[in-house]
């Protein structure tokens, strides 16, 4: 059995969690669906099923699709978590989101050449970050009281 297949019997056996609940692992380059949860998904969103194993199917699309599946959501009677297996607990989509914001924003600031920029690249490269980070700020708050 593989451990993501053992993941998510886990999240499922979880009584805590709604039976509406979807859970989209990250998985490589790809998020995916498995057993009950890519038969739903599959019929919602038309997506083709294959074999994880002999006995479990699963479904999925490119990490580059996430907006696009998440948006879909909304009109289903569905909600999702995702599950990357490196952590314990599920993100949800907003959380995912701000953390991917955190690492480009961390990239940038990490990856710069600061002896290469003139003073106006300069200011307009610390704005940058400025603004970045205030969206980053405000994702957080809303987040935490429950905002959308």
Do not use: H, W
Not at 24 to 39: N, P, Q, T, V, Y
Not at 73 to 87: A, R, W
Not at 130 to 144: L, P, R
């Amino acid at each position: 059995m593989s451990k993501l297949y053992e993941k998510y019997l886990e999240l499922k056996n979880n009584k805590n969690i709604s039976d509406k609940t979807l859970f989209l692992f990250k998985s490589g380059i790809f998020f995916i669906f498995l057993d009950e949860d890519a038969r739903i998904a599959s019929k919602i969103f038309n997506l083709k099923l294959t074999l994880l194993t002999e006995k479990v199917v699963k479904c999925g699309f490119p990490i580059s699709s996430l907006e696009k599946y998440s948006n879909l959501f909304k009109t289903t009677q569905y909600d999702y978590k995702i599950i990357d297996t490196s952590k314990k607990l599920p993100d949800t989509i907003d959380t995912y989101n701000m953390n991917e914001k955190i690492k480009s924003l961390l990239y940038k600031i990490s990856t710069i050449d600061i002896n290469s920029l003139s003073v106006k690249e300069a200011y307009d490269f610390i704005e940058n970050i400025k603004t970045n980070s205030k969206e980053i700020m405000e994702c957080d708050f809303k987040e935490q009281i429950g905002k959308p």
